[in-house]
């Protein structure tokens, strides 16, 4: 088997000196970081490994592009212009200040997304070249958001994975993106089968845009789109923990530490390490510094802050000004409280080995890391991995996506420069027990949780979801099976059949009283019960007066409002007795968003209320219901109440009705040897869940169900039961 990474930039980079073309190994970056999972993969699992992405320049020498060949390497060649457009342009002037809660740094023109698009389709056109039957995809990062979609249209069953490796906004950010543009990021995301996040809330943010944008929904994280399901889920990305600390005692390291000593003599060490960006909060970690030098006069001369900044996108406005300021408030701060003994701050502006990085970690006091938004940070877990000794204080910022895992920092407001300051006091005068006790737990978790970990279960979870795939598209229900069904009906003492009403025993109408049972469907349920071995159960959300008008003659058992009510043997009882107090609240809410759009309608029942839209506009329709149902779940989080989602309609319940009691209910008292259960949407899940192992269970539609078998149509059920009906008189 064989793995394609695909990423905005290969490992190894193109470069001209001399007017000679040579090929480096790329210095950081996403490359680099999964240098050691990829080494795994090729040594444990024997697997391929290709990668494929830009080469950082063009390439004139056939030479350089056959050495990228044997390296595994396919390049994506991008001219200059349309480079400059894509990267500097959609990605990091739109995409990464949005993506970062920094809208007012985001600028938006169409030339830029236009380049945005054609350079994910050329990276689309690369793989067409290259993959092969048993290959399997992955997808790197923001740069190629609309590539998994793109590759799906050219390979159906393709396996492709999709990460991303910085935060995902809130859909009130998101919403910043033209609308054309935002969705076909989501679009573009969803041709994966598995999209994987640093954090939950990230997911949730990405499942909440789906929805508000497209409609989605989701259930446990898993999202039906385009005949499909994608896997949503979270993974923590980790770092190499053993080789870190396997470096420590290398001798490049040991010497390049022996240095750093020697140059910083009887001072605490405070270490800052970023790369130039507005998204850093290395401004606000300077002027928190300046605060600590002020209100702590005792640390003057005690202390020196390692200031590193790696230069990035010098070409882009905002980070020249950064810069600018950067030098300004650090020569600033030197001047006012530096002297000719001591420089309160040693300012180093260029990119360092990470040996070098690792000799800086180590005989660091305390690592300073207090970026405004950021999707992980590795540096913070990089800093941790080289305490051997246990000594040593983590300041995080609680915006980072590592301190949902490093609890054990001291986590900060990286807005609050007090509060960075205050922070510093207490890490610089933490005692050794509260060090080595802060950091053996952190260890502990970026040990078990490290790197190949981060891709191993990435990796795992996706062929789990390709094999869920291949097993639902198993479970169509064919002749083989229906012959199956009506010999355990044929040789059965005890049935029970339960059926859910609208959409499974009649086709979905624009106005619910317009759903009465046809002649055939009554004939049908009439010779059904007549068996004395069958038990005939309708087990509908609709009000219990509804279905007495409907089917109330007839000798079945019919369970009203999910599970609300319930009547067998010509009498109507409540199973609970519910609380709804909830009710006038949730009314007044549907009247605003009724009265908001016009054809929806709202259906008032005992212990539930509906809110209809069938009837109205199909794009407003949408767009009001994604918004009334975000409300609504936030609105309940603390209530007892329940808001499912059905065929163009909204429900609000009491949290303990569900098919799934009343189903239980009957089992109990009905000791049947043969079960069938059929329904069509997410109420009738309930039901499926409850049934035992050897029941019969068929959704009405292909979407991801609990039941054992699928049937396309409301007509496939009748056609169904009028087989199960001749077979039984045969």
Same mark, same amino acid.
């Given at each position: 088997?064989?793995?394609?990474?695909?990423?905005?930039?290969?490992?190894?980079?193109?470069?001209?000196?001399?007017?000679?073309?040579?090929?480096?190994?790329?210095?950081?970056?996403?490359?680099?970081?999964?240098?050691?999972?990829?080494?795994?993969?090729?040594?444990?699992?024997?697997?391929?490994?290709?990668?494929?992405?830009?080469?950082?320049?063009?390439?004139?020498?056939?030479?350089?592009?056959?050495?990228?060949?044997?390296?595994?390497?396919?390049?994506?060649?991008?001219?200059?212009?349309?480079?400059?457009?894509?990267?500097?342009?959609?990605?990091?002037?739109?995409?990464?200040?949005?993506?970062?809660?920094?809208?007012?740094?985001?600028?938006?023109?169409?030339?830029?997304?236009?380049?945005?698009?054609?350079?994910?389709?050329?990276?689309?056109?690369? *793989?067409?070249?290259?993959?092969?039957?048993?290959?399997?995809?992955?997808?790197?990062?923001?740069?190629?958001?609309? *590539?998994?979609?793109?590759?799906?249209?050219?390979?159906?069953?393709?396996?492709?994975?999709?990460?991303?490796?910085?935060?995902?906004?809130?859909?009130?950010?998101?919403?910043?993106?033209?609308?054309?543009?935002?969705?076909?990021? *989501?679009?573009?995301?969803?041709?994966?089968?598995?999209?994987?996040?640093?954090?939950?809330?990230?997911?949730?943010?990405?499942?909440?845009?789906?929805?508000?944008?497209?409609?989605?929904?989701?259930?446990?994280?898993?999202?039906?789109?385009?005949?499909?399901?994608?896997?949503?889920?979270?993974?923590?990305?980790?770092?190499?923990?053993?080789?870190?600390?396997d470096r420590l005692k290398n001798e490049e390291v040991i010497t390049e530490k022996a240095k750093l000593l020697a140059d910083i003599k009887n001072s605490k060490i405070i270490l800052s390490v970023d790369r130039l960006d507005y998204t850093k909060g290395i401004f606000n970690r300077l002027t928190a510094y300046q605060l600590f030098l002020e209100n702590n006069?005792?640390?003057?001369?005690?202390?020196?802050?390692?200031?590193?900044?790696?230069?990035?996108?010098?070409?882009?406005?905002?980070?020249?000004?950064?810069?600018?300021?950067?030098?300004?408030?650090?020569?600033?701060?030197?001047?006012?409280?530096?002297?000719?003994?001591?420089?309160?701050?040693?300012?180093?502006?260029?990119?360092?080995?990470?040996?070098?990085?690792?000799?800086?970690?180590?005989?660091?006091?305390?690592?300073?890391?207090?970026?405004?938004?950021?999707?992980?940070?590795?540096?913070?877990?990089?800093?941790?991995?080289?305490?051997?000794?246990?000594?040593?204080?983590?300041?995080?910022?609680?915006?980072?996506?590592?301190?949902?895992?490093?609890?054990?920092?001291?986590?900060?407001?990286?807005?609050?420069?007090?509060?960075?300051? &205050?922070?510093?006091?207490?890490?610089?005068?933490?005692?050794?027990?509260?060090?080595?006790?802060?950091?053996?737990?952190?260890?502990?978790?970026?040990?078990?949780?490290?790197?190949?970990?981060?891709?191993?279960?990435?990796?795992?979870?996706?062929?789990?979801?390709?094999?869920?795939?291949?097993?639902?598209?198993?479970?169509?229900?064919?002749?083989?099976?229906?012959?199956?069904?009506?010999?355990?009906?044929?040789?059965?003492?005890?049935?029970?059949?339960?059926?859910?009403?609208?959409?499974?025993?009649?086709?979905?109408?624009?106005?619910?009283?317009?759903?009465?049972?046809?002649?055939?469907?009554?004939?049908?349920?009439?010779?059904?019960?007549?068996?004395?071995?069958?038990?005939?159960?309708?087990?509908?959300?609709?009000?219990?007066?509804?279905?007495?008008?409907?089917?109330?003659?007839?000798?079945?058992?019919?369970?009203?409002?999910?599970?609300?009510?319930?009547?067998?043997?010509?009498?109507?009882?409540?199973?609970?007795?519910? &609380?709804?107090?909830?009710?006038?609240?949730?009314?007044?809410?549907?009247?605003?968003?009724?009265?908001? =759009?016009?054809?929806?309608?709202?259906?008032?029942?005992?212990?539930?209320?509906?809110?209809?839209?069938?009837?109205?506009?199909?794009?407003?329709?949408?767009?009001?219901?994604?918004?009334?149902?975000?409300?609504?779940?936030? =609105?309940?989080?603390?209530?007892?109440?329940?808001?499912?989602?059905?065929?163009?309609?909204?429900?609000?319940?009491?949290?303990?009705?569900?098919?799934?009691?009343?189903?239980?209910?009957?089992?109990?008292?009905?000791?049947?040897?043969?079960?069938?259960?059929?329904?069509?949407?997410?109420?009738?899940?309930?039901?499926?869940?409850?049934?035992?192992?050897?029941?019969?269970?068929?959704?009405?539609?292909?979407?991801?169900?609990?039941?054992?078998?699928?049937?396309?149509?409301?007509?496939?059920?009748?056609?169904?039961?009028?087989?199960?009906?001749?077979?039984?008189?045969?």
């Amino acid at each position: 088997m064989r793995l394609i990474l695909v990423s905005n930039r290969l490992p190894f980079t193109i470069t001209q000196s001399n007017e000679k073309t040579e090929l480096r190994h790329s210095i950081g970056g996403l490359a680099t970081g999964l240098n050691a999972f990829t080494q795994h993969l090729k040594k444990s699992e024997n697997m391929e490994i290709m990668w494929v992405g830009w080469p950082g320049a063009d390439i004139q020498d056939d030479t350089v592009y056959q050495e990228l060949i044997n390296y595994a390497c396919h390049p994506v060649l991008i001219p200059e212009k349309l480079m400059e457009r894509f990267y500097t342009g959609f990605c990091n002037q739109t995409l990464w200040p949005l993506f970062h809660y920094m809208p007012s740094y985001a600028s938006y023109y169409d030339d830029d997304w236009q380049a945005y698009e054609t350079v994910n389709q050329l990276f689309s056109n690369a *793989l067409c070249e290259v993959i092969k039957p048993g290959d399997v995809v992955w997808v790197h990062d923001y740069h190629l958001l609309l *590539l998994p979609n793109l590759i799906r249209h050219q390979f159906p069953h393709l396996p492709i994975g999709f990460f991303l490796h910085i935060s995902f906004p809130s859909f009130e950010i998101f919403q910043f993106l033209p609308k054309r543009c935002r969705d076909d990021i *989501l679009y573009g995301m969803l041709g994966a089968d598995l999209i994987g996040f640093h954090t939950h809330e990230y997911s949730q943010h990405f499942l909440k845009a789906t929805l508000r944008s497209l409609g989605y929904e989701q259930h446990l994280g898993l999202v039906s789109a385009q005949n499909r399901f994608i896997k949503i889920d979270t993974y923590p990305m980790g770092i190499d923990f053993n080789y870190i600390q396997d470096r420590l005692k290398n001798e490049e390291v040991i010497t390049e530490k022996a240095k750093l000593l020697a140059d910083i003599k009887n001072s605490k060490i405070i270490l800052s390490v970023d790369r130039l960006d507005y998204t850093k909060g290395i401004f606000n970690r300077l002027t928190a510094y300046q605060l600590f030098l002020e209100n702590n006069p005792q640390w003057l001369g005690k202390v020196v802050l390692i200031a590193i900044v790696a230069p990035s996108r010098e070409e882009i406005d905002q980070y020249r000004l950064m810069k600018k300021e950067i030098n300004e408030l650090i020569g600033y701060i030197n001047g006012k409280f530096g002297n000719t003994h001591w420089t309160p701050i040693l300012y180093q502006y260029k990119v360092f080995s990470l040996d070098q990085l690792i000799a800086l970690y180590s005989i660091s006091d305390v690592a300073l890391i207090t970026p405004l938004r950021d999707g992980m940070n590795l540096i913070a877990k990089e800093y941790l991995a080289t305490k051997i000794d246990k000594k040593g204080v983590l300041i995080l910022s609680e915006t980072a996506g590592a301190a949902k895992e490093l609890v054990n920092a001291i986590i900060i407001n990286p807005n609050c420069v007090l509060e960075i300051a &205050n922070a510093l006091k207490q890490a610089l005068e933490m005692n050794e027990y509260e060090q080595t006790k802060r950091l053996t737990m952190m260890q502990y978790l970026l040990k078990r949780y490290d790197l190949i970990h981060w891709g191993t279960k990435f990796i795992n979870d996706l062929f789990t979801v390709r094999e869920e795939k291949i097993r639902h598209s198993e479970k169509s229900l064919n002749k083989e099976m229906i012959d199956k069904i009506i010999s355990k009906y044929n040789v059965a003492e005890k049935r029970l059949i339960l059926l859910d009403y609208d959409g499974t025993l009649t086709p979905l109408m624009k106005q619910p009283q317009l759903a009465a049972p046809s002649v055939e469907i009554l004939q049908i349920l009439s010779a059904l019960s007549k068996d004395k071995k069958n038990k005939i159960v309708i087990i509908s959300g609709r009000d219990k007066n509804t279905l007495e008008k409907w089917l109330g003659h007839l000798n079945i058992i019919l369970v009203a409002e999910h599970s609300a009510w319930l009547k067998e043997n010509s009498h109507w009882q409540l199973t609970y007795h519910f &609380n709804c107090g909830w009710k006038k609240d949730i009314l007044s809410i549907l009247e605003i968003y009724k009265d908001r =759009l016009p054809g929806s309608f709202i259906e008032e029942k005992d212990f539930s209320i509906v809110w209809h839209y069938r009837n109205a506009n199909e794009i407003d329709g949408e767009q009001v219901a994604r918004e009334l149902i975000d409300y609504l779940i936030t =609105l309940t989080a603390t209530e007892d109440i329940k808001v499912m989602t059905g065929k163009k309609i909204i429900e609000i319940k009491n949290a303990r009705m569900g098919k799934n009691f009343a189903v239980n209910q009957l089992m109990a008292t009905i000791s049947a040897n043969f079960i069938l259960a059929i329904g069509d949407d997410i109420s009738d899940e309930d039901m499926f869940i409850s049934l035992p192992h050897n029941a019969f269970s068929i959704k009405v539609g292909m979407e991801m169900t609990r039941a054992k078998f699928n049937v396309r149509l409301q007509n496939d059920v009748i056609s169904l039961l009028q087989s199960i009906n001749r077979k039984s008189v045969i």
